[in-house]
């Protein structure tokens, strides 16, 4: 792939103004046509065509191994695919014959391990990317940006002074200082232990929307996909399985693979007759699974209505335990093999040995073909 001089690239994207404050951003589109990349001759990314609008979140979400960090580095810059176009704001920075390296990108990085500069002071690590500004100025914006993230009084301190959440925050406030048009993440919340990760996603996920950044976060983690996207790529071995509205990927997953990435499931075997497939749970539809043919039936656990004795299919409760907010209750159920799983908050009336009615809520129930 052949590389563009210095004047071809000033001509593909247009040089930024000089900015004084880290307030706003101009956001733009970030699109990805028919990527195609590979290690060693092992495929990584095969044919993923994906566009996010300015001003959006998108959440890469998969595995470990299904491409999504490598489409996050594909679009930064520090990755040329085999094949494929990669524009941002419609202009095209990689192509067959096109490549704009990651400094003329305007787009923002920033990774899972902060990459701080431990010699450096936090206003230093913030103002390191602002070269176009003078240092008054750089050191205004700096500020502005640590004042935003709740770190101004940090910023004499040196990064080993502060806290992991301290430091992604840096991170956070360093990224969109020169106000990027595309801000993109890789993993920014898995070194933080579980009583931050929240509140610091919370955190982020405002100043997101304040600075209006087109952004792209790569996760592991279906809860945070959830929780901060405006869309979801749900990503396995580098195919682009769905692409829509967190509450479409929750809802209406595009295969059983992919509900099972989202929730544990109850899965009960049944053959779709009449439209329906019936189930000791219930008979619920069986969407577009054709009749006669098997189908799996699958029961999201807070789906799961356990009642009095009569209220649904015969069971017996065989173990609980706790799990926090919320119990996890096993039943074995009349007319099913294996045992059934329910997450409810009070588990009192529901001691092992204890018989009960089991249900299902169909807003919970999904069905596939076998």
């Keep these: 792939m052949a590389s563009s001089s210095s004047s071809d690239v000033d001509s593909i994207v247009p040089v930024r103004p000089r900015r004084g404050t880290a307030a706003a951003t101009i956001a733009a589109s970030l699109s990805f046509e ?12 095969k ?41 941002i704001g419609g202009v095209e920075v990689t192509g067959p014959d096109r490549f704009v390296p990651p400094e003329r990108r305007g787009v923002g990085l920033m990774f899972q391990d902060y990459a701080l500069f431990p010699h450096m ?29 709740g770190l101004e009084s940090h910023a004499e301190d040196y990064p080993h002074a502060l ?6 925050r840096v991170a956070l406030a360093r990224a969109i200082v020169p106000r990027p048009s595309v801000l993109l993440m890789d993993e920014p919340f898995s070194g933080l232990d579980s009583r931050l990760r929240d509140s610091v996603r919370d955190e982020t996920l ?6 209006r950044a087109t952004a792209v976060i790569v996760t592991h983690d279906p809860e945070e996909a959830l ?38 499931l109850n899965e009960i075997e049944a053959v779709a007759r009449g439209g329906r497939v019936e189930t000791p749970l219930g008979t619920f539809s069986a969407g ?59 588990p009192d009336a529901l001691q092992p040995g204890k018989d009960v009615g089991v249900s299902a809520d169909p807003r919970d129930v999904l069905v596939f073909a076998a």
């Design 163 to 168: 806290s992991g959440g301290e430091q992604q």
């Design 34 to 45: 028919n990527i195609i990349h590979a290690y060693d001759g092992v495929p990584a990314i």
């Design 288 to 346: 577009a699974v054709p009749d006669g043919a098997k189908a799996t039936v699958c029961i999201r656990l807070p789906g799961v209505l356990i009642g009095e004795p009569g209220q649904g299919a015969a069971a017996r409760v065989v173990r609980q335990r706790f799990l926090g907010v919320v119990w996890l209750v096993e039943l074995a159920v009349e007319g099913i093999d294996g045992l059934i799983s329910a997450r409810v908050r009070n």
């Design 206 to 211: 405002a100043v997101l929307r304040e600075s």
């Design 227 to 264: 929780r901060m996207a405006d869309h979801v790529a749900l990503m396995r071995k580098g195919r682009l399985v769905q692409f829509d509205t967190p509450e479409r990927v929750y809802s209406h997953p595009a295969d059983i693979k992919a509900a099972r990435f989202f929730c544990e």
């Design 121 to 149: 002071s936090i206003k230093a690590n913030v103002m390191f990317g602002l070269t176009s500004l003078d240092r008054r100025e750089a050191e205004r914006a700096a500020l502005a940006a640590l004042a935003r993230v």
């Design 47 to 87: 044919d993923v065509s994906l566009t996010v609008e300015p001003g959006r979140i998108l959440c890469l979400l998969g595995p470990s191994g299904c491409g999504k960090s490598t489409m996050l580095r594909i679009a930064a810059g520090l990755e040329q695919p085999l094949s494929g176009r990669v524009t």
